[in-house]
């Protein structure tokens, strides 16, 4: 009999012993263990039935927070209005045709002599007002200053009205008489509050305009364009303005109706000067839309540059 009585093999057990070999196959199924991938069948039972309990939880409790989400919001308006919205009560002033190359910023350069560029200013505009000129099963009315409007309504956009800023005359560029199309950026449930009479701040073309005008006619938010500086302004003796120098009340507000289109003024430059560069500046005129000619925080008006050779 060994004298540490088999005291030995029980220390030796105490130590953990190395674990087996396995090959690649037996890591797939042990059938020593009966285990798949190192868990037994009922393991892996148990694994499914936990994670898929876990995921039906968070599911429903993801459906819930969107539900209740959802029912705060309107579909038809902005829950947030005018001064309680981040847009505000302030419309900006947007002219077209801007291009998509950034690099050409807000000036718009062609050379009446050249239809390649002649057709890319002139393809800018008739994409833009593709909207307007397809109104098919769109509910829209002849609207004027004698008619009764419903907030509802929404007023046709007659491009017949722009004079000679059509497709059929290439908005004037191939003549040197280049049109450009002013509209208000859309605010929900903004109303433009008139100056039924000319102010001394305005231009004094604008100024006659408003005068000149019927009293039932003067409901508009005008507009008005000129040089940005000094230099610019001995260019602006011969401008049109089409339909009219102002854009009619009886288009606000808009409230989401189906088939709204901005209305729109169609500015036509006649004279501009030939091989050097014009600034513009152009500016909506109402009792409350407010004007900031800054660079940095420019507010209801818009400048761009022509330079045509």
């Known amino acids: 009999m060994s004298k540490n009585n088999g005291k030995g093999d029980q220390y030796e057990n ?8 396995q090959t690649f196959s037996e890591m797939l199924y042990d059938p020593q263990d009966g285990t798949i991938l190192g868990r037994t069948p009922k393991s892996w039972g148990q694994l499914f039935v936990f994670y898929s309990i876990f995921y039906i939880i968070l599911a429903i409790l993801f459906s819930i927070c969107m539900l209740a989400m959802l029912s705060t919001v ?26 998509e190359e950034t690099e050409r910023g807000s000036v718009i350069e062609f050379d009446k002599k050249k239809p390649a560029e002649i057709d890319y200013w002139t393809g800018l505009i008739y994409d833009y007002l593709k909207d307007y000129n397809s109104t098919e099963g ?4 002849h609207c004027d200053f004698n008619q009764t409007h419903n907030k509802q309504d929404v007023c046709f956009v007659d491009e017949t009205q722009f004079g000679p800023c059509t497709a059929a005359n290439k908005y004037g560029y191939n003549q040197g008489k280049p049109c450009v199309f002013l509209k208000l950026n859309k605010i929900y449930g903004w109303v433009p509050q008139v100056y039924d009479a000319a102010t001394p701040n305005m231009p004094e073309d604008l100024q006659q305009t408003i005068n000149n005008s019927k009293v039932e006619e003067r409901q ?10 000094g230099k610019d302004k001995e260019q602006f003796q011969n401008i049109s303005y089409y339909p009219s120098q102002g854009i009619p009340s009886y288009y606000y507000p808009y409230l989401k109706q189906p088939g709204y289109l901005s209305p729109l003024v169609a500015v036509q430059f006649h004279d501009p000067p030939i091989g050097s560069l014009m600034d513009v500046e152009c500016r909506a005129w109402a009792k409350n839309i407010i004007y900031s000619g800054s660079l940095r925080d420019r507010k209801g008006s818009v400048t761009f540059q022509f330079l045509m050779d």
Request: hydrophobic share 30%.
């Open 14 to 21: 105490q130590f953990p012993q190395p674990a087996r070999k």
């Open 74 to 99: 309107n579909v038809d308006q902005p829950k947030w209005q005018l001064e309680e919205s981040l847009i505000g009560t302030n419309p900006g002033l947007g002219v077209r045709p801007i291009s």
């Open 138 to 141: 769109r509910k829209m009315k």
């Open 220 to 229: 508009k938010i005008w507009v008005s364009c000129n040089g940005h500086y």
